[in-house]
């Protein structure tokens, strides 16, 4: 095992366990086997992105007050790189972990407080704004934030760049993302309509656009509206941290998430992580918290294998099982 080249670059464990520990304790079972683990903690656009982003760029950290999903509020985070570059997740405004499940109504929820966070980045003289938009409680067509940035005077002559981790177009955010986020049948169909009105007023129609669908539509809305250049989120963090350049310096990645399922492969992190890898030649393995993917899913992502590890102590050990694996 000595001199094994490991590059531990895993998502956060959503609403668990940041990125940043995930990889610590993967790269602490690995190291106690003795594998050289490097640990490269990344985001794909949902939760932890602007911490991904931080560490890549430097800069400040700023907070504000802003409204939450529900109308209360809350302090979201931006990122001031320095550089006329800002960054922000909408989770950290409008994220479903702010609401208490017993407190969620996917009706009410709104982007108002996404846009307050956008607003102040302009207003702080960012000239580039990149908006992670995993992780939302909200599936409002953006129609809060718009609002929000049109108090405030729109944007300026700043660009927007929204990191998106999801390919569903606009029309089909409430049925693929509302149930997650509390939505009752009766709901996704009243959602559906509401989305299909706000489109209808919008400047440029996103109905049918890929990834305009990314935090109930909020992708889309600043599209519409702004001409926000829709990106993938883990190909976007991937390039700021040098992703391509650690790999050369590399003989096995582990990666992760929350839960490997069917959206894995539709723009999450591990998705294009193992699709890098396969361009250099150096395979991939995951650890996630739940595994909800078949054999054949699993293949079509291009993974060696997959352990599940749902906390810090499995983590770890899961690292040291590999390493011995590799090992043998």
């Known amino acids: 095992m000595t001199g094994l080249r490991v590059l531990v670059a895993p998502d956060s464990f959503k609403g668990t366990m940041s990125a940043q520990v995930v990889a610590d304790a993967l790269a602490a079972g690995l190291a106690g086997a003795g594998a050289d683990a490097v640990t490269c903690p990344l985001a794909d656009g949902g939760e932890g992105t602007t911490a991904v982003l931080h560490a890549a760029w430097g800069g400040e950290l700023v907070r504000h007050t802003v409204s939450g999903p529900s109308g209360e509020p809350v302090v979201g985070e931006l990122l001031l790189a320095g550089d006329g570059r800002a960054a922000l997740d909408t989770a950290s405004a409008s994220g479903l972990h702010l609401v208490p499940a017993e407190r969620r109504d996917p009706l009410r929820a709104s982007t108002f407080g996404t846009g307050q966070l956008i607003a102040a980045a302009v207003a702080a003289g960012a000239r580039e704004v990149l908006v ?38 606009f029309e089909q955010a409430a049925e693929v993302f509302g149930p997650q986020k509390g939505a009752t049948a009766d709901q996704v169909a009243a959602l559906t309509a509401r989305l299909h009105e706000v489109a209808g007023r919008l400047p440029r129609d996103p109905r049918g656009r890929p990834r305009t ?116």
Do not use: H
Request: charge should be negative; charged fraction near 20%.
């Open 132 to 169: 992670g938009v995993g992780g939302s409680a909200t599936t409002d067509g953006g129609a809060g934030a718009l609002e929000a940035l049109a108090r405030a005077g729109g944007i300026g002559d700043a660009v927007l760049r929204v990191l998106c981790d999801v390919w569903t177009p």
């Open 213 to 328: 669908g990314a935090a109930g539509g909020l992708s889309g809305a600043l599209w519409a509206v702004y001409g926000a250049d829709l990106v993938s989120g883990a190909d976007a963090v991937l390039d700021a941290v040098r992703f391509d350049e650690l790999l050369a310096r590399t003989d096995l990645v582990v990666t992760g998430e929350g839960c490997l399922d069917a959206q894995t492969g539709q723009g999450k992190l591990v998705a294009v992580v193992a699709a890098r890898s396969a361009r250099r030649r150096v395979p991939v393995v995951a650890v996630v918290g739940r595994r909800a993917l078949d054999d054949a899913g699993v293949a079509r992502l291009g993974l060696r294998a997959v352990i599940e590890a749902g906390d810090l102590g499995a983590l770890e050990s899961a690292g040291a099982a590999l390493a011995r694996d590799l090992a043998g």
